[in-house]
């Protein structure tokens, strides 16, 4: 094939190229994509299978564009002392007593409310919203003091006793056509309790169950029907309705968004990692596709050395993503009280662009790119150099998620 393509006239390679390049259209889907994705994918088709690369590539570029620079807000609210500030802390993967922990908060002068933006993901912001009791704030006009239209949505944080407050706002966010998600926090605390007071009869499932039905009772109470209760420990965020909780959260968003949001979520779960690398995934290969519709590529298999520095930036992007960077490594091997080069020892992802002294670096990485398609597949049309970039990418990325994998579970282990 590769002999086909160079023996094209230039005017015909785009047509050729993006030809081969739509059979991946449908391979990286994370699934629920909204209907203005799927709408533009098949656009895409069209035009490509029809020749028109002209009309494929601003909408291309467009989903680039939107995946990029969607912005997030969510906003957090709930009494003082429910634990906003420890849930935003856990969200962004921030420890309690890191720099940049919820006490740095920004004030946002119009409004004297605090935000914070994610370490990665300045276009997330976790806004820390003070509780609808509170004295400068009334509850009749809460939401437009808050300027309820910038958030995506709703938290309503709570704790302990059930607050007509939290149901008061909850009310005041549906009727405003917001969606709010209710979290009770701090269930840890609530089963120590349990099982310190009651060893013998205890049963974990019973009192996150009576926990549950008390918060659903008194929202119902005041009419919401289906309320979303989740029931969550910041200290473990991995544990009990977080997961359920960022399921939801995403199903409700738009694709562009579901993407920073997947970005923004900490690596806590396979899921969760999962989800990430779908995707990041989709943004490769809209990248890839993009490219491939542009006409002047070089398409033999020389990678020089801006190619080079280039994969070397998106795999130290790809590793913060992920928190295998050297900053996170360094606070893993610092928190589990092993040796830094332990740790790297573990995963595969800081050895990616290492090479021996028999094997140049562009051998090795056009030796991923075959590794990558041979046990994922897809199309691989030989002597296409952007085809190769593109399978070097995703290995990168599958390496890295799997290393992140890894930690996770190692540090369980440690943990335990
Ligand atoms: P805020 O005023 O709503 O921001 O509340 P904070 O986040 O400052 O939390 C108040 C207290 O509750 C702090 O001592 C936190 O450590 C603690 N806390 C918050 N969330 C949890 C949780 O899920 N589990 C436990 N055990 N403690 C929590």
Redesign the pocket.
Same mark, same amino acid.
Do not use: V
């Given at each position: 094939m590769g002999h086909s393509f160079s023996s094209l006239p230039a005017e015909e390679r785009p047509r050729f190229l993006a030809s081969n390049m739509i059979h991946e259209c449908n391979n990286p889907s994370t699934g629920g994509e909204d209907s203005l994705f799927q709408a533009r994918i098949i656009l895409i088709r069209s035009a490509l299978q029809e020749g028109r690369l002209e009309e494929a590539v601003p909408i291309i570029s467009k989903m680039i564009e939107d995946m990029d620079n969607a912005l997030l807000n969510i906003a957090l609210t %709930?009494e003082?002392?429910? %634990?906003?500030? $420890?849930?935003i802390n856990a969200f962004r993967g921030v420890g309690h007593e890191d720099e940049d922990a919820a006490s740095t908060g920004v004030v946002e002068t119009t409004t004297n409310i605090t935000f914070y933006e994610h370490p990665e993901l300045p276009n997330v912001k976790l806004w820390d919203l003070p509780g609808i009791g509170t004295l400068h704030f009334k509850p009749e006009s809460y939401l437009e003091q808050v300027n309820f239209s910038r958030y995506d949505f709703f938290v309503i @944080?709570s704790s302990s006793r059930f607050r007509v407050n939290d149901a008061k706002l909850a009310q005041k966010i549906r009727e405003m056509g917001k969606k709010f998600y209710f979290v009770r $926090?701090?269930v840890? @605390?609530d089963l120590n309790n349990e099982r310190r007071s009651k060893p013998r009869t205890f049963k974990e499932e019973n009192v996150l169950q009576m926990i549950r039905n008390n918060c659903l009772q008194h929202l119902q109470k005041i009419g919401i029907e289906d309320p979303k209760v989740f029931l @969550?420990?910041?200290?473990e965020l991995e544990s009990y309705d977080f997961p359920k909780l960022q399921d939801e959260l995403a199903k409700e968003l738009p694709e562009h968004k579901r993407h920073v949001f997947f970005l923004s979520l900490p690596n806590i779960t396979e899921d969760i990692i999962d989800q990430k690398k779908a995707s990041i995934q989709k943004r490769i290969w809209l990248e890839a596709l993009k490219t491939g519709t542009k006409a002047s590529l070089p398409f033999v298999g020389i990678i020089k050395d801006d190619d080079i520095a280039q994969l070397k930036k998106h795999l130290i992007n790809y590793q913060r993503k992920f928190g295998v960077d050297d900053a996170s490594l360094l606070k893993i091997s610092q928190a589990s009280n092993k040796p830094m080069e332990e740790v790297k020892a573990l995963i595969k992802s800081p050895h990616l662009l290492t090479v021996t002294r028999d094997e140049s670096i562009s051998e090795r990485l056009l030796k991923y790119a075959e590794v990558y398609f041979s046990v994922n597949g897809g199309l691989v049309a030989s002597g296409f150099y952007f085809r190769k970039s593109y399978y070097t990418h995703l290995h990168f990325l599958e390496t890295v998620a799997n290393d992140a994998k890894i930690l996770l579970s190692k540090l369980w282990e440690t943990s335990v």
């Open positions: %709930g003082s002392g429910a %634990g906003k500030s $420890t849930f @944080i $926090t701090k840890d @605390i @969550i420990s910041s200290f």
